[in-house]
Antibody, heavy 115, light 112 residues
């Protein structure tokens, strides 16, 4: 069965970076893009961007350019998202999901930015 | 960005009853390839969103036929019949026609 297993919760200081992972199983990893989504109480669900897991090509929502960096390790069927120059506004639950259809989701990673 | 407007914000429904949720987009969601990339998701309490309906009216694998989607252009509807306790949560519409993809703000379905 298709599964996306994300890394654990992060507590980070303002100005720092975090890198969260999304390990896929149950399907051919390179056949589907991985999308990333941010969820907050205030802004709801926001689409960050996606990565082509075969080529490594990326497409970011303009809002998240410079904030999120998407990468992939095909050898381990894992996608990564690095969030840089963190501010309290980056505190959220971050999900990975398969393809742009978002047919399967990871369990989410809570990132808390606080001094 | 395309704005997805969901109404109502919340709904109260009796078990076994029927209800519907509306989603309107600020632009037509008909893609140049002829498809309409409008989806519906349910986020149950404490869980990740799960896909219910894809491309307006197609039920995803394992989704009961109590859920149905309809609509075209900019106006879309999700209908839920014979509501069961497992249907409670927040419903989101989502468009994949225009980049960046965007979500509605959600409709919370509660028991009456």
């Amino acid at each position: 069965q298709v599964q996306l297993q994300q890394s654990g919760a992060e507590l980070a200081k303002p100005g720092s970076s975090v890198k969260i992972s999304c390990k896929a199983s149950g399907y051919t990893f390179t056949s589907y893009y991985i999308s990333w989504i941010k969820q907050t109480t205030g802004q709801g669900l926001e689409y960050i961007g996606y990565i082509n897991t075969g080529s490594g090509g990326t497409n970011y929502n303009e809002k998240f350019k410079g904030k999120a960096t998407l990468t992939v390790d095909k050898s381990s069927s894992t996608a990564f998202m690095q969030l840089s120059s963190l501010t309290p506004d980056d505190s959220a639950v971050y999900y990975c999901a398969r393809s742009r259809i978002l047919d399967y989701w990871g369990q989410g990673v809570m990132v808390t930015v606080s001094s | 960005d395309v704005v997805m407007t969901q109404t109502p914000v919340s709904l109260s429904v009796s078990l076994g009853g029927q209800t519907s949720i509306s989603c309107r987009s600020s632009q037509s969601l008909v893609h140049s390839d002829g498809n309409t990339y409008l989806y519906w998701y349910l986020q149950k309490p404490g869980q990740s969103p799960q896909l219910l309906i894809y491309k307006v009216s197609n039920r995803f694998s394992g989704v009961p036929d109590r859920f149905s989607g309809s609509g075209s252009g900019t106006d879309f509807t999700l209908k839920i019949s014979r509501v069961e306790p497992e249907d409670l949560g927040v419903y989101y519409c989502y468009q994949g026609t225009h980049y960046p993809n965007t979500f509605g703000a959600g409709t919370k379905l509660e028991l009456k």
